[in-house]
């Protein structure tokens, strides 16, 4: 025994409703738009109104597409909204701590400094102490002992050097994901905008043009006739 309202098929949705309309109007654009160029007025007047149908149309979608989507976006933005205190103080947090820290790791990194400067001092006083023996080596055992004991301090000194060289100041607490360092960033302030632009036309002319293009398009569309090194033409298309 068949359902209740098997004959019935639920109404058609917003979305297919477009497609069918614009299934239609992609028939009768087909039938004009054949490359064939217009020949008369009343051929003008018909394109006009598949113009005019085709407006309609796409008012009509973008309508349709915005209150199925309204919703959603109204959801979105609730969501966003009740998590946004918490996020905004989880970085609050994390900045201020940062800030706390700064001073900190400055001073851990001077000390840093100073501690690869000594040993690297050291380093260098082990070596040549060892160039002195080896030169004055006479060829009995005790200069060669003192040579080699020597060498190999120098070689002792090396490696502190070089580790010294390369530990990171930082902070970080039992549990942390990764340590807390200071990160070197660089930033810039344009004195002299000539000598940048002479630098850019010659070591990235490609990024200067298309800059100065931009900046003439947009001179023109909002009512420049005239700039200099610019050509300004006129096209028409239907509007």
Same mark, same amino acid.
């Given at each position: 025994? @068949?359902? #209740?309202?098997?004959?019935?098929?639920?109404?058609?949705?917003?979305?297919?409703?477009?497609?069918?309309? $614009?299934?239609?109007?992609?028939?009768?654009?087909?039938?004009?738009?054949?490359?064939?160029?217009?020949?008369?007025?009343?051929?003008?007047?018909? #394109?006009?109104?598949?113009?005019?149908?085709?407006?309609?149309?796409?008012?009509?979608?973008? =309508?349709?597409?915005?209150?199925?989507?309204?919703?959603? *976006?109204?959801?979105?933005?609730?969501? *966003?909204? =009740?998590?946004?205190?918490?996020?905004?103080? @989880?970085?609050?947090?994390?900045?201020?701590?940062?800030?706390?820290?700064?001073?900190?790791?400055?001073?851990?990194?001077?000390?840093?400094?100073?501690?690869?400067?000594? =040993?690297?001092?050291?380093?260098?006083?082990?070596?040549?102490?060892?160039?002195?023996?080896?030169?004055?080596?006479?060829?009995?055992?005790?200069?060669?002992?003192?040579?080699?004991?020597?060498?190999?301090?120098?070689?002792?000194?090396?490696?502190?050097?070089?580790?010294?060289?390369?530990?990171?100041?930082?902070?970080?607490?039992?549990?942390?994901?990764?340590?807390?360092? $200071?990160?070197?960033? +660089? /930033?810039?302030?344009?004195?002299?905008?000539?000598?940048?632009?002479?630098?850019?036309?010659?070591?990235?002319?490609?990024?200067?043009?298309?800059?100065?293009?931009?900046?003439?398009?947009?001179?023109? /569309?909002?009512?420049?006739?005239?700039?200099?090194?610019?050509?300004? +033409?006129?096209?028409? =298309?239907?509007?």
């Amino acid at each position: 025994m @068949a359902e #209740v309202g098997h004959n019935n098929p639920p109404p058609p949705t917003p979305l297919e409703e477009a497609r069918e309309l $614009l299934s239609l109007l992609d028939l009768e654009a087909s039938a004009w738009f054949d490359g064939k160029p217009i020949e008369n007025q009343a051929q003008a007047d018909d #394109v006009a109104k598949l113009i005019d149908a085709g407006r309609k149309a796409e008012k009509q979608f973008d =309508a349709a597409r915005k209150a199925e989507k309204d919703p959603h *976006d109204k959801a979105a933005k609730a969501v *966003d909204a =009740a998590w946004k205190p918490v996020i905004t103080d @989880a970085k609050r947090i994390v900045e201020i701590g940062k800030g706390a820290q700064t001073p900190w790791l400055m001073r851990l990194e001077a000390e840093k400094r100073a501690k690869e400067e000594a =040993a690297r001092k050291e380093a260098e006083t082990a070596a040549e102490e060892a160039r002195r023996l080896a030169a004055e080596a006479d060829g009995s055992l005790a200069a060669a002992k003192a040579r080699d004991a020597a060498i190999e301090e120098a070689r002792r000194a090396e490696a502190v050097a070089l580790r010294a060289a390369t530990d990171k100041a930082g902070a970080k607490g039992s549990g942390m994901a990764r340590t807390i360092s $200071l990160r070197t960033t +660089y /930033r810039s302030q344009v004195t002299e905008r000539r000598a940048l632009l002479n630098h850019i036309a010659v070591t990235d002319p490609e990024s200067l043009t298309a800059f100065i293009e931009e900046w003439a398009a947009k001179a023109v /569309r909002a009512g420049a006739r005239e700039l200099p090194g610019v050509h300004i +033409y006129e096209e028409k =298309a239907a509007a």
